[in-house]
């Protein structure tokens, strides 16, 4: 409903096709958003119906919405949304839109968890907020970790490097799938407390080994194979770019990058719960939902060659790039 809320009573939308198609670039210009801004925007309300497209991607008006949202229309109906232009949620999600900057870290509540940047106090560097996150986002993991780690296979002697390891729910399912690989577990030193405990719980520490640090600037260990889940969509594309290629040079000749994550389609009209999942990642992370073509990009661009997305669970996916031997 903000989605639609905002872009009836701020961004006044609707208005702007004049019964025409509508390219990326100048709706994108026409709003005053960033790139990251408009992707999250647009993509979501296509995903909701709202927005049509055509086969080069300009963007048209369904006949539903020029009936009831553009005025002038025979049962125009946007008044009746703007009674909640002032809703609270709204105004977050335009100001957030318009600043294309997550909510805002305090002391008083989580904020930009993810990120790590000089001036903000982030939730996973203080002991009791990034156990609560951690362990909050391990619900999900516990459930896809069994179902990722069905696809992925190891030769014996191999070692996974999992960077961004959150409480380590994908390393202990791997570790438990397989007896004779190893693992070593990057992120923040307050995370890596969580993934000891349950890797003691699950009778796998002798073959994990703790890297704390700063996925961006602390060195990989070379490894066979390299896992980003769940990683990604926390960062802009800037970031992600640079993550991808620092992880394709710590890679074996033949390893593998494999990037676990909730992809959008290629062309941006959905998945619904996906495009409604990168708003929610829009408002707490420099990041969004990204599409399989776009992470293919970047792994392409580091020398990796990727195949198809394959399936896990709860809309999840992996994508893998194989090193070139």
């Known amino acids: 409903m903000e989605l639609l809320v905002a872009a009836v009573a701020h961004f006044h ?5 004049d019964n025409r198609a509508v390219s990326y670039s100048e709706l994108k210009s026409q709003l ?8 999250v925007f647009l993509t979501g309300l296509r995903s909701l119906g709202l927005l049509d497209a055509t ?20 049962f125009y109906i946007g008044d009746y949304f703007s009674l909640a232009a002032e809703n609270p949620a709204v105004l977050g999600l335009v100001q957030r839109l318009r600043s294309s ?15 790590y940047r000089e001036g903000i106090e982030s939730a996973m560097e203080v002991a009791e907020s990034a156990r609560s996150l951690t362990l909050a986002l391990t619900g999900r993991a516990r459930n896809v970790a069994p179902s990722l780690a069905a696809h992925l296979q190891f030769s014996p002697g191999d070692h996974l490097l999992d960077v961004g390891a959150g409480s380590g729910v994908y390393s202990l399912a791997a570790l438990q799938a397989n007896p004779e690989l190893r693992v070593t577990a990057l992120d923040r030193p307050e995370v890596l407390k969580l993934v000891e405990e349950f890797a ?10 703790l890297l704390p640090g700063d996925m961006f600037e602390t060195p990989l260990p070379t490894s066979e194979a ?4 769940n990683v990604l969509h926390d960062w802009d594309i800037p970031e992600c770019r640079a993550l991808v290629e620092r992880c394709a040079r710590a890679l074996r000749p033949g390893g593998r990058l494999l990037v676990h994550d909730a992809f959008l389609s ?60």
Do not use: K, Q
Request: with cysteine; aromatic share 8%.
């Open 13 to 17: 939308l609707f208005e702007r096709f």
């Open 32 to 39: 005053g958003l960033t790139d990251r801004a408009a992707r």
């Open 55 to 74: 086969p080069d991607g300009d963007f048209l008006l369904p006949e539903v919405v020029r009936h009831h949202l553009v005025p002038g229309g025979d």
């Open 101 to 115: 900057r997550p909510v805002e870290e305090t002391s008083h509540g989580p904020g930009a968890a993810f990120i």
């Open 200 to 209: 003691g719980a699950g009778g796998v520490r002798d073959r994990l080994t």
């Open 226 to 229: 390299i896992l980003l889940s």
């Open 266 to 325: 290629d062309d941006f009209n959905g998945p619904l719960p996906i495009a409604l999942y990168s708003v929610s990642l829009f408002t707490l992370t420099e990041g969004r939902a990204y599409s399989r073509a776009e992470v293919t990009e970047w792994m392409e661009e580091a020398g990796l060659v990727c195949g198809p997305v394959e399936p896990t669970l709860v809309h999840c996916g992996l994508l893998t790039g194989t090193a070139r031997r």
